[in-house]
């Protein structure tokens, strides 16, 4: 993964500087750059953009043509370098290097949090602001139950992780006995 992380840097940097300067603003950028990643990950897609009885051009219509929301002529040009330069089946890896400097521009970051048991409101609330103290960011929060932790939480934000589960103190403490 980390030679597709490569390959969409600059992609991503290069489409985020132009969003950055768009009157349309960054969070209808960031739809479509989801919505091109979407369609860019469908197995069909995938296998008609690598016909090879299609040409480039066909592949940009092909593709543009799959889009609901109305490409700006910037956001054609895009698609039409991605396709040119082999690189439209990046955008899943693009869009997400798109985001994390979106969010790194708002000052915002993804947490990533794991519970074992569903989390009310006033819960997640409080973990968030929490997090918010520790990790010195305003937090999106994307809440998962899972199951296996036992009892606790795990965070991931960026590449920081936070695990406070039983299932991480159980590992922990099978380690200590080992060693």
């Known amino acids: 993964m980390a030679e597709l992380s490569t390959i969409a840097r600059p992609y991503a940097e290069a489409l985020f500087a132009t969003a950055r300067d768009d009157q349309a603003g960054l969070a209808s950028w960031s739809s479509l750059v989801s919505e091109l990643a979407h369609v860019a990950s469908l197995g069909d897609v995938r296998d008609a953009l690598t016909d090879p009885r299609l040409d480039t051009a066909q592949r940009i219509e092909l593709f543009a043509g799959l889009i609901k929301t109305p490409l700006s002529q910037q956001a054609r040009n895009f698609i039409e370098l991605l396709v040119s330069n082999r690189r ?79 299932q991480a103190q159980l590992a922990r403490m099978r380690d200590t006995l080992a060693a």
């Open 88 to 166: 439209i089946l990046v955008l899943p890896e693009i869009a997400e290097q798109f985001e994390i400097l979106k969010n790194q521009h708002e000052g915002t970051a993804l947490a990533q949090i794991s519970s074992a048991f569903a989390l009310s409101d006033e819960q997640v609330q409080k973990l968030v602001s929490g997090l918010e103290k520790k990790f010195g960011l305003k937090l999106k929060p994307a809440i998962t139950v899972d199951t296996s932790l036992i009892g606790g939480v795990r965070v991931i934000v960026g590449d920081q992780v936070l695990d406070t589960s039983v």
